[in-house]
């Protein structure tokens, strides 16, 4: 299983499956069969309606206009939904940019053009390849654009959330968590669990003194113990308030 690790603005590595052909393929009928039925209901309007009923060049250019959205579907869909189409929804996969930042409508942009040679020209046989042969499984547009596929798809764990375990009779220490939002914890939880995992002291410390900063707290807690606090202070609070 191919995975892509990115490094967040906030120095938080997350790791991604790749998506490659298979998944791409089915989103890719799902739109397909999308823009056939938008297609076939546009001409049949067009067809019966008496508004269009004017002389054939007439009722083309008409036809034409509406048919245009269709054109820029992918284009357009990505832009609006963040990476997506609706078939990528329904697969839960997403373009996103492969060092982390934030994709731009000008990335989609680039993948959009570069549909001709990737999709369009001899059977798709070049995105396939450059798929099949790309450490990243990008297709050509992907390498110009700076973009890889993802897998979107959620899992139910309470590490992969911001909750913690926490008893009935749990004390919290520090009230003044609240001041937090869920944004905030996610990244510290993020951080403080790739940190113990690899042992990296130095980061917790940081962290640490982070929290301390801007909550405006002093504890005599070790690193580990005190950002484990913060945590389940916060779902305290959140699950009673």
Request: some cysteine; hydrophobic content about 45%.
């Amino acid at each position: 299983m191919s995975k892509l690790a990115i490094n967040t603005a906030q120095n938080v590595n997350l790791d991604y499956k790749l998506i490659g052909i298979g998944e791409r393929f089915v989103a890719f009928l799902i739109d397909g069969l999308i823009l056939t039925a938008y297609m076939f209901v546009v001409e049949n309007l067009v067809e019966i309606s008496a508004i269009f009923d004017v002389d054939s060049w007439t009722r083309r250019g008409f036809l034409g206009l509406f048919l245009l959205p269709a054109f820029f579907y992918s284009l357009l869909c990505h832009v609006l939904f963040g990476g997506q189409t609706v078939g990528k929804m329904i697969m839960k996969i997403k373009v996103v940019r492969f060092d982390g930042s934030p994709t731009q409508w000008y990335n989609f942009l680039v993948r959009w053009m570069l549909r001709i040679v990737d999709i369009w020209l001899f059977f798709s046989s070049i995105g396939v390849m450059s798929i099949l042969l790309s450490e990243k499984k990008q297709r050509i547009g992907d390498a110009a654009a700076g973009t890889v596929v993802i897998s979107v798809k959620k899992k139910h764990k309470i590490t992969s959330t911001i909750l913690e375990d926490i008893t009935d009779d749990y004390q919290p220490v520090f009230n003044t968590v609240t001041q937090l939002s869920d944004k905030d914890v996610r990244i510290i939880k993020d951080t403080f669990i790739i940190s113990k995992k690899n042992n990296d002291f130095k980061t917790l410390t940081i962290l640490r003194n982070k929290i301390c900063d801007v909550l405006q707290v002093e504890s005599d807690l070790f690193d580990k113990e005190f950002i484990d606090t913060i945590l389940k202070d916060y779902n305290y609070y959140t699950q009673n308030m």
